[in-house]
């Protein structure tokens, strides 16, 4: 499996432009629930504004001559995410990984991080290991072999292979986020129905 895992990384790392962006985006749409879902639970956060953010980001790959203040979202980005020391349950963990994958995704679309789909590809699968861990669903042992890991990695590979072929942003973007979307969970296996 850690071959495997290698291989999903070195594929991210080759994607370049809008594949890049798409990749990225589509992963956040998975990460994003546990977000929502944190700021529910504790009645903070700005759900709402990480949504905006995102959509901004589908709506730039869909229609390449739209554009918004990137350093703006940056700073609401910022100023939602949520801080370990002022939440004491699990939640705020998948929540401050979904806010800086976004972060990461900004800094993406505005060309400071070449690298941010990478970064983001581990942070969500980092999300399910820790998730798994903190849970005891799995051990330092058994965690790439658990069934949501070995999910997390394929959805990955199925959007790689899919993002790898496409020709253009905007039918890239509405693949990408339907194949995001598909299996009716984030990526730590909340139900998104």
């Known amino acids: 499996m850690a071959k495997q895992k290698l291989n999903t990384f070195g594929r991210v790392r080759a994607l370049e432009g809008f594949k890049a962006i798409?990749?990225?985006?589509?992963?956040?749409?998975?990460?994003?629930?546990?977000y929502a879902l944190f700021c529910?639970?504790?009645?903070?956060?700005d759900a709402a504004a990480l949504r905006?953010?995102?959509?901004?980001?589908?709506?730039?790959?869909?229609?390449p001559k739209s554009k918004f203040n990137i350093?703006?979202?940056?700073?609401?980005?910022?100023?939602?995410?949520?801080d370990t020391e002022e939440f004491d349950n699990y939640g705020v963990y998948p929540a401050i990984d979904a806010a800086i994958g976004l972060a990461s995704?900004?800094?993406?679309?505005?060309?400071d991080d070449p690298q941010g789909a990478v970064v983001i590809s581990k942070l969500s699968q980092g999300s399910v290991e820790a998730y798994l861990l903190a849970t005891g669903e799995a051990d330092d042992d058994s965690v790439k072999e658990?069934?949501?890991?070995?999910f997390e990695v394929e959805v990955q590979n199925e959007m790689l292979d899919y993002i790898e072929q496409a020709k253009s942003s905007a039918k890239a973007a509405d693949e990408?986020?339907?194949?995001?979307?598909?299996?009716?969970m984030s990526n730590i296996g909340l139900d998104l129905s």
């Open 105 to 111: 995704l900004l800094n993406l679309v505005a060309g």
């Open 176 to 184: 990408m986020r339907a194949l995001a979307l598909e299996a009716g």
């Open 71 to 82: 350093a703006v979202q940056l700073e609401k980005v910022e100023l939602a995410t949520p």
């Open 52 to 63: 905006n953010c995102l959509n901004l980001v589908w709506e730039t790959l869909k229609s």
């Open 146 to 150: 658990h069934p949501l890991m070995a």
């Open 40 to 45: 529910e639970v504790t009645d903070s956060g």
């Open 22 to 34: 798409a990749f990225a985006a589509a992963l956040l749409e998975r990460m994003l629930p546990n």
